[in-house]
């Protein structure tokens, strides 16, 4: 019996190398890469049709989201959607959509989630998309927000920019 087993234990051995050296070689996806390919379960548009805009105020941010192309008006009507229901959302306090594509331990989302009633968000349409305005007089929270925006940023690499 053991020298049947014995037997074996080559193809085991061998089997186990290739399955750790398959995982090795594997390229790990990048936070880039993976908020880019995981946009579509928050987000309605097609991430690599519009570009998003942070730009940091003295009182807060204007997040902006529009096409590349502006005669794409499908997009448009997609993203004027999307950021009218995460506009009341943030107003509240819900900030669930970019937690589940970034993570929920991305920079400034905290504070931006219990500091929700010092946060005025006003959103506006654009007539090549959407943007929404955060606004707030504490200091902490403006900090977070600047935060949150830059983590933004950072983790949607080419298909972000700041203004």
Same mark, same amino acid.
């Given at each position: 019996m053991k020298k049947h087993l014995l037997g074996y234990l080559p193809l085991v051995t061998l089997l186990t190398l290739m399955s750790l050296f398959s995982a090795v070689s594997v390229k790990a996806q990048t936070q880039q890469e993976h908020v880019h390919n &995981?946009?579509?379960?928050? &987000?309605?548009? *097609?991430? /690599? #049709?519009? +570009?998003?805009?942070?730009? &940091?105020?003295? !009182?807060? $941010?204007?997040? #902006? +989201?529009? +096409?590349r192309d502006t005669i794409d008006i499908d997009q448009v009507v997609l993203i004027q959607e999307h950021l009218r229901m995460e506009s009341e959302q943030f107003q509240h306090g819900d900030y669930s959509d970019p937690a589940s594509l970034h993570g929920p331990d &991305?920079? $400034?989302? @905290?504070?931006?989630?219990? $500091? =929700?009633? @010092?946060? @005025? +968000? !006003?959103?506006s349409s654009l007539p *090549?998309? =959407?943007?929404?305005?955060?606004?707030?007089? *504490?200091?902490?929270?403006?900090? /977070?927000?600047h935060r949150w925006f830059g983590a933004q940023?950072?983790?949607? $690499?080419a298909d972000a920019k700041a203004e």
């Open positions: &995981m946009s579509h379960s928050v &987000m309605p548009f *097609d991430m /690599a #049709k519009t +570009v998003h805009i942070f730009n &940091m105020t003295e !009182s807060g $941010g204007i997040q #902006k +989201v529009v +096409v &991305m920079p $400034g989302l @905290r504070e931006l989630q219990m $500091g =929700a009633p @010092r946060i @005025r +968000v !006003s959103y *090549d998309g =959407a943007e929404i305005t955060f606004e707030t007089t *504490d200091i902490h929270l403006l900090t /977070a927000l940023l950072s983790e949607h $690499g």
